[in-house]
């Protein structure tokens, strides 16, 4: 299969003091890097879920991906076009080709604009003359489960389900190649965020787009992922299939992600469960040498200082550690 | 636009509001037609009246007739009012989105240029334009719209600086949106409520600015009638008679209230809270 | 059951709306004895806000209580005095919000806060920072003495959960409200803040009622559950009983629905259908029956009463009456 999306040594920073602050504090490096020399593929129907807690550069990397932030180093190539290096027509192009659904269903509907405007203001915004917006609204409100008599309203009135509906109506009108999924079930109910998996799936299914999600909850990862990426800091620390990362997973943070998993029935069946101590360090001060050496509850001298090697299981299972769990 | 006339009614003090300011557009408007007499004619014989059938709010010193005089003089007030207001809305509406949206040295200047124009009180600058210009409606709407540009300005730049973060934003970058187009269907709506209270509640201001500039003798020339001119007039004869004080008060403070009322009214109804019943 | 700290009986709320008498909370029983946890679970709209807003007299002005009693250590805190009501509040009863930086003030120091939550004890300031520094010890923030002087916001959400925990409890209350205390954090903060209310609770004595709508942490935490949907208790009993046995046709397909449930890797995910009902125009009869795929003529006309399905676990449903 082909990649649809090739990340490659990608490297994203946020500058912390302005040149001027920096100069007069003396300070050499006056940024931090929220995502780290992070490499990944997405093949064409494919759906890849990344998974890590709060600032580990989730979002940061979903963003650069769509081309919203700008990379420092490495590279990003959609359908074999490099997106780092591109001439605003050609950004137009891949604009099309990708789209965004947001963690924040209802904020990211422009407040004014009617349902109806907000899924086809596509086809405005890349001049598709041809369309008729007014059947295209009802086709892509159909797709979703919504009423058609919903496009006169406004973001405001919708319930949350319905707005991460319009959100997924919005990201399928212009048939995208990619589709990024931001946290597509935070905020919603246990009883509805099933509706919304499955129509992921559905579109997937139907229209051979690729999915790229991230999200913290690891019990619909199990059941929608294809391949699993967990971050970290910044860095992936384990990447491969997401039945053999669930079912034995090789470095330690990701063992411990499972076990912090609470669920009402009988433990799953890791032997181990590991609890963590303390915090996520900060971006601006990381550890030496393994940068989960500080929360690690199997770290030894060696991982203080030096940096982990890359291994690899089963020919996808990458991980970097010291001490890889059997 | 039907319910939102219709909120307001509900609502004792903006209909009240709504009501004076209505009564004022249509007689400032009407006044060739309601006028009784000619507001610049003088007749000598008739000077320093008391109201009466002919005259119902009485003649000043040169026994022009009051109530008519009032009425071309709402037709001043409401030009000076609207044409500043909207002058000083365009340019600020202008200036904040490009303070707001652009980079962050434009921002800084056009913040400084706003803080200049805001440490001179506006009295001085009308006194100095006055002074180079000459007394004129013109140079009254030109010093004042100057003056309010900051504050619109200001407002308009915050309000782009909060919206321009937000998701809904990021999501039309993300769909190819252009500039122009972020700026025009999502930005400027989001803003335009706020700013158009801040504007209606701005008018009686205006208008007394006017008013308080005509008084000074450094608005509307003679003879051509103002609320200020009929003040001032009858300012020097306040010990003869009242009338002329009187006369030129009484749509001041009404004009006031009126905007005022409705202004306040239009700010509760467009409260994000309220909205949701529209 | 014989010691209940908290005793709500026959409790309803109405809010006043501009499309009529919404009804959040319907005749609400509720039981927490002496030194237990109690979870409370539901999912939007089921009314744990509001019922815990009753408790602590804290609903909002278009909130009225038709009908009703919340007993609190023997008294009824809905016939107390506002000013005897401060005072349980605070003392014998207080409460842990989902973002911490809700009851911080962010201007003032931690120990600063700390000390002056403590205004009623006539002791001296020392002692009182003392006791601050011990507790901020026994949340596990580690050197409290220097933590003291922090600002709320140079703390991590963590660490400010902690804070807002120890001032819950410096005053050894006999009840402690939570209030998904945890959904604002990582999975890897959340089994530790979970461990440390389980500790605190033991060595304090004190109860729990804890509201949440994370089914595993529920699971996790709780002596007993209390499933409530659209303003009403449909089912309760011991987390054991809730989780392996559950009874009402709601708690099932709330239990099936959560993907945790699903041992086997599977793309269709199951869902509840339709809505909650509209709380401002209620038909009667059970509350679930229009999402209900078992529902019976009998559910249309007649609120169900309580059943007891096993020991101490029951359900408000037609198809449990025997």
């Not at chain 2, 308080?212 to 010990?239: A, C």
């Not at chain 3, 039981?31 to 679970?41: E, H, L």
């Not at chain 3, 011990?134 to 902690?162: C, F, T, W």
Request: proline content about 5%; glycine content about 8%.
């Amino acid at each position: 299969m082909n990649n649809i999306l090739s990340i490659k040594n990608l490297r994203v920073r946020f500058r912390t003091k302005s040149p001027f602050q920096a100069m007069l504090q003396k300070i050499d490096d006056p940024f931090i890097d929220a995502v780290r020399k992070v490499s990944l593929d997405i093949k064409q129907g494919e759906t890849f879920t990344l998974v890590g807690e709060s600032g580990s550069g989730k979002s940061t990397l979903a963003l650069a991906t769509a081309g919203l932030l700008t990379a420092k180093e490495g590279q990003i190539k959609f359908m074999n076009e490099d997106v780092t290096n591109m001439t605003p027509s050609q950004i137009m192009a891949y604009r099309k080709k990708i789209s965004f659904i947001w963690q924040n269903s209802i904020g990211s509907l422009s407040p004014r604009m009617s349902v109806g405007s907000l899924i086809t203001e596509g086809y405005k915004i890349h001049n598709l003359k041809d369309r008729d917006l007014k059947m295209e609204a009802d086709r892509l409100l159909k797709l979703v489960g919504l009423p058609t008599n919903i496009k006169e309203r406004y973001a405001h009135e919708l319930s949350g389900g319905q707005a991460r509906r319009v959100g997924v109506a919005r990201a399928i009108a212009l048939d995208p190649k990619l589709i990024i999924a931001d946290e597509p079930t935070a905020g919603l109910d246990v009883s509805v965020q099933g509706e919304i998996l499955n129509l992921l799936n559905k579109l997937r299914d139907d229209l051979g787009v690729s999915l790229f999600v991230i999200t913290h909850n690891l019990n619909i990862v199990r059941h929608i992922s294809d391949r699993t990426a967990v971050m970290y800091l910044g860095r992936f620390v384990e990447q491969g299939q997401t039945d053999d990362i669930f079912a034995k997973p090789r470095h330690p943070y990701t063992l411990a992600l499972l076990s912090a998993n609470l669920t009402p029935y009988q433990k799953t069946s890791l032997e181990n469960r590991i609890e963590l101590t303390g915090e996520v360090p900060s971006l601006m001060d990381r550890p030496n040498g393994c940068e989960f050496h500080t929360r690690c509850p199997f770290s030894s001298k060696h991982c203080d200082n030096e940096f982990p090697p890359i291994h690899t299981f089963n020919n996808h299972q990458i991980l970097t550690c010291h001490y890889p769990l059997n | 636009m039907k319910g939102v006339i219709k909120k307001i009614s509900s609502d004792p003090l903006g209909l009240i509001g709504l009501c004076l300011v209505t009564l004022m557009v249509i007689s400032a408007l009407g006044a060739p037609i309601f006028a009784p007499y000619d507001p610049i004619q003088l007749n000598i014989m008739e000077r320093l009246q008391g109201p009466s059938v002919n005259h119902l709010l009485g003649t000043d010193q040169l026994g022009r007739d009051l109530f008519s005089r009032v009425l071309f003089g709402g037709q001043v007030a409401l030009k000076v009012a609207f044409l500043t207001i909207g002058l000083a809305l365009i340019v600020g509406i202008v200036l904040g989105l490009i303070a707001g949206y652009g980079p962050a040295w434009l921002d800084n200047s056009i913040m400084l240029l706003f803080d200049t124009i805001r440490s001179v009180p506006t009295i001085m600058l009308a006194l100095a334009a006055v002074t180079v210009v000459g007394p004129s409606i013109t140079t009254v709407i030109f010093v004042v719209a100057v003056s309010s540009i900051p504050n619109y300005g200001r407002i308009v730049r915050t309000q782009t600086l909060t919206i321009k973060s937000k998701d809904f934003v990021k999501a039309e970058k993300l769909m190819g949106a252009s500039l122009l187009r972020i700026l025009s269907i999502h930005l400027l709506p989001n803003i335009l409520g706020p700013l158009l209270i801040l504007a209606s509640m701005d008018i009686p201001t205006v208008i007394a600015l006017e008013a308080g500039l005509s008084f000074l003798g450094m608005g509307v020339k003679p003879p051509t009638p103002s609320w200020g001119s009929i003040l001032n007039d009858g300012f020097s004869l306040i010990r003869n008679t009242p009338w002329p004080i009187i006369a030129g008060s009484i749509p001041l403070v009404l004009a006031t209230l009126g905007f005022t009322f409705l202004g306040e009214s239009l700010r509760d109804l467009l409260d994000p809270k309220l909205r949701k019943l529209l | 059951m014989s010691d209940n700290i908290l005793k709500i009986r026959d409790l309803s709320v109405n809010y006043q709306t501009d499309r009529g008498k919404l009804k959040a909370l319907r005749n609400i029983d509720l039981d927490i004895s002496r030194g237990s946890i109690v979870g409370v679970v539901g999912e939007s709209g089921c009314g744990k806000s509001t019922l815990i807003t009753s408790i602590i007299r804290q609903l909002d002005a278009n909130a009225d209580i038709p009908n009703g009693s919340i007993e609190f250590e023997k008294q009824d805190l809905l016939k107390l005095s506002l000013d005897k009501m401060r005072n349980i509040s605070g003392t014998q009863l207080s409460i842990v919000f989902q973002d911490p930086m809700s009851t911080l003030n962010p201007v003032l120091s931690i120990g600063r806060q700390m000390i002056d939550i403590q205004y009623r004890d006539k002791t001296s300031k020392k002692i009182k920072k003392q006791r601050s520094i011990d507790m901020l010890n026994k949340v596990g923030i580690p050197d409290p003495q220097s933590q003291l002087k922090q600002y709320p916001h140079e703390l991590s959400g963590g660490m400010q959960q902690r804070v807002s925990i120890a001032m819950a409890l410096q005053a050894g209350p006999s009840l402690l409200i939570a209030d998904e205390p945890t959904t604002a954090l990582d999975a890897t903060l959340e089994v530790q803040i979970l461990k440390l209310l389980k500790e605190l609770q033991v060595e304090m004595g004190c109860s729990i009622l804890f509201v949440s709508h994370h089914l595993g942490v529920i699971a996790e935490l709780c002596d007993h559950v209390i499933v409530m949907y659209a303003g009403e208790i449909v089912e309760q009993g011991s987390t054991y009983e809730i989780f392996n046995n559950p009874a009402h046709p709601y708690t099932v397909k709330l239990l099936e629905c959560d993907p945790a449930s699903i041992s086997k890797k599977q793309r269709l995910l199951p869902s509840i259908p339709g809505e909650i009902p509209d709380l401002t125009n209620l038909s009667g009869g059970c509350i679930f029956k229009n999402r209900c795929d078992q529902s019976i003529d009998r559910c249309d006309k007649q609120t169900p009463k309580w059943n007891e399905f096993s020991n101490n676990h029951y359900v408000s449903c037609h198809l449990i009456e025997s």
